[in-house]
């Protein structure tokens, strides 16, 4: 099942988008799972909500392994430019070393 929620991501004071992924009878079982983070949320479950219309398919490989395991995937800054590489890489954007203008 995925369950999508907003939270309030604090580094940038914005409400920002979680995809959720969870093990079937979740809420009926008192077992506890394993949680894997992921980046890019958006991408990992629903065609119809990846950037280019195509997942990257993990929930069909969820529901096929049966693995019993929680995905959380926070979703990326899609703007302005360059708003998700300026959160996930070390360095800003710009230098021209980095493709920004000085």
């Not at 079982?29 to 997942?55: C, I, W």
Request: aromatic share 16%; glycine share 8%.
């Amino acid at each position: 099942m995925i369950v999508k929620r907003d939270f309030i991501y604090t580094p940038k004071g914005t409400n920002r988008p979680l995809h959720i992924y969870l093990p079937d009878h979740y809420f009926e079982s008192q077992e506890r799972y394993p949680v894997m983070y992921f980046f890019d949320g958006h991408n990992l479950f629903l065609d119809s909500d990846a950037t280019y219309g195509k997942s990257w398919g993990m929930k069909e490989f969820m529901d096929e392994t049966g693995l019993p395991l929680i995905i959380v995937a926070v979703e990326c800054n899609h703007h302005p430019k360059n708003g998700r590489l300026s959160e996930y890489a070390p360095f800003t954007f710009r230098d021209r070393r980095f493709g920004g203008a000085n």
